[in-house]
């Protein structure tokens, strides 16, 4: 079966413009996370959903990342007038319950955004 | 709060010989800890995880790590590296009342001939 799916591979922006990211977890995982790891660091937690809503978000750094999953499935973060320091890698995960203790993580390759 | 100590960002080793990846993990409550792997290009993918039971934990690859609750540390290791296990392994840790894993800064191991 097909893992977890992102898009694009790699994106560049220029300073200001909005982004979106694309995730599409493995069929029927309930959960997906996001995570951001910029270079030489470990992934940092940016939001969780559980099906369609928005359970955690404390890992967002600013009012500029915004993301969602209105179906329970696909999901999008959206960075608005990025900025340099938004650049990084942009992972996804999914699992199959709402359990990160005993379901695995299952992550995508990622995003790697550069702005300019 | 909750936290990962990788003490090693490189650890270069030659192929067939032991390794040893060191992670702390910092937190006033019981917590569950995880070694991830990301080859290059990749995602990470679940090495092991201990949740309870048994302190020495075997996962895939020939990978094994030991959980030391009064050392604080869930240390990686192999006894035998191929050139294949370069990597970049990251430890990861949770605790109650979390989300999801808090991970480590990564150790990238390097395995030459």
């Known amino acids: 079966g097909a893992g977890v799916s992102q898009s694009p591979r790699y994106k560049v922006a220029k300073r200001g413009q909005d982004v979106a990211l694309r995730c599409d977890p493995i069929?029927?995982?309930?959960?997906l996370f996001w995570y951001q790891q910029a270079l030489g660091q470990g992934p940092e937690f940016l939001t969780y959903?559980?099906?369609?809503?928005?359970?955690?978000k404390s890992g967002l750094p600013s009012d500029r990342f915004f993301a969602e999953r209105p179906e329970g499935s696909v999901s999008t973060l959206k960075i608005q007038r990025t900025q340099q320091e938004d650049s990084a890698v942009y992972l996804c995960?999914?699992?199959?319950?709402?359990?990160?203790?005993?379901?695995?993580?299952?992550f995508g390759n990622g995003t790697r955004l550069t702005v300019t | 709060a909750q936290s990962v100590t990788q003490l090693d960002s490189q650890v270069p080793v030659f192929e067939e010989a032991p390794v040893e990846l060191r992670c702390n993990y910092s937190?006033?409550?019981?917590?569950?800890l995880f070694w991830y792997v990301q080859y290059p290009n990749q995602g990470l993918q679940l090495l092991l995880k201990?949740?309870?039971?048994?302190?020495l934990v075997k996962g895939i690859n020939g990978f094994e790590a030991e959980f030391n609750k009064s050392q604080t540390s869930f240390h990686l290791r192999k006894p035998s590296v191929h050139i294949s296990d370069t990597a970049e392994y990251f430890c990861?840790?949770?605790?109650?009342?979390?989300?999801?894993?808090?991970f480590g800064k990564g150790t990238m191991l390097l395995v030459s001939p």
């Open positions: 990861a840790v949770i605790g109650p009342g979390y989300s999801t894993l808090t």
């Open positions: 069929s029927g995982h309930v959960s």
């Open positions: 201990y949740l309870s039971g048994s302190t």
């Open positions: 959903f559980q099906n369609e809503a928005q359970l955690d």
């Open positions: 937190s006033s409550v019981s917590v569950y």
């Open positions: 995960a999914s699992s199959d319950t709402g359990s990160s203790y005993n379901s695995p993580l299952h």
